[in-house]
């Protein structure tokens, strides 16, 4: 059943600046994490056009996106509001069985929009992709309370102050000022309050209930070493994803030999390798 899509402004394609390149009969479409925008996979589009008609857009927090169309009563409190999004936006575009790559957030956005709307995907690729970045008891998520409270202080205190200290933090990669650079001017688009909003959503935020209900076969992906997502993450994700009926064979864990959260900006060429070895016909 579709889902019912009111923008006030526009059909969704339109209001979340959807794109299309490529003329494959596959559709691949890139959807991109907290602090960031579509052109986030520019490295990768201009080779992945080659194979796929690929499919990119804004989040709804993107500057990119009018402002009117971020709200907290849609967006705050959990990855439902964006799910929503991405199944308006598959609908409108009249898009099945796509192969959909998010990227940290949108990694379990993705999740969560296959749980409502399974046939709208034929695979999950899920990139530095988290459930749950908080710790708890018997998990362990990276981030202590206390400290995702500084975080939120800062940003709220200082936002640029911030945005130059986590940047070059979730990078994660000696000597490559470009993608620092890169992070950073696209982070200090954002309003204070919008980033800080969509950062308790993400951070806050405990998706590790979705995963069982995932029946689309799922590739997860990961640098080795992520400040931001442990690598132990990734195989805690295939645990818990659906067996889907064969043992979840239908699921897998690639770990990059990288560092950093931003493959795409930092490793491009891995992760090129990984989507050609598991997709390129």
């Known amino acids: 059943m579709r889902t019912s899509c009111d923008f006030g402004g526009g059909g969704i394609v339109n209001v979340l600046n959807a794109n299309m390149y490529g003329n494959g009969s596959q559709t691949l479409v890139l959807a ?5 925008d ?8 201009p080779y992945l056009a080659l194979y796929f008609k690929v499919l990119v857009f804004d ?3 993107s500057p990119n996106v009018r402002p009117q169309v971020y709200n907290e009563s849609k967006y705050g409190s959990s990855y439902d509001g964006y799910a929503a999004d991405l199944v308006c936006l598959l609908d409108e575009l009249n898009l099945n069985e796509t192969i959909y790559l998010g990227h940290s957030m949108s990694a379990m956005i993705g999740c969560l929009a296959a749980t409502k709307r399974p046939e709208l995907f034929k695979h999950l690729i899920l990139l530095s992709g988290s459930p749950r970045y908080l710790n708890g ?3 362990k998520g990276g981030f202590e309370r206390s400290v995702l409270d500084t975080i939120f202080k800062s940003i709220k205190q200082d936002f640029p102050s911030w945005v130059h200290t986590f940047a070059p ?3 994660g990669v000696k000597n490559h000022p470009s993608a620092v650079a890169e992070f950073e001017d696209s982070l200090l688009r954002m309003k204070p309050e919008v980033a800080l909003s969509v950062a308790k959503t993400v951070f806050l935020s405990d998706q590790r209930w979705v995963l069982p209900h995932v ?3 799922c590739t997860i992906i990961q640098s080795k070493k992520d400040p931001v997502v442990p690598k132990h993450v990734a195989f805690y994700m295939k645990r818990n994803l659906s067996n889907n009926g064969a043992n979840n064979s239908a699921n897998k864990v690639k770990i990059l030999k990288t560092q950093g959260h931003f ?4 490793a491009y060429p891995l992760l090129l390798k990984v989507l050609k070895d ?4």
């Open 59 to 61: 989040l709804a927090f």
């Open 169 to 171: 933090t979730a990078i």
């Open 32 to 36: 991109h994490g907290y602090g960031t």
């Open 278 to 281: 598991e997709f390129f016909a």
């Open 38 to 45: 579509q052109t986030v996979w520019h490295f990768l589009i």
């Open 263 to 266: 493959p795409q900006l930092t």
């Open 215 to 217: 029946f689309v076969p």
């Open 137 to 139: 008891e018997g998990y």
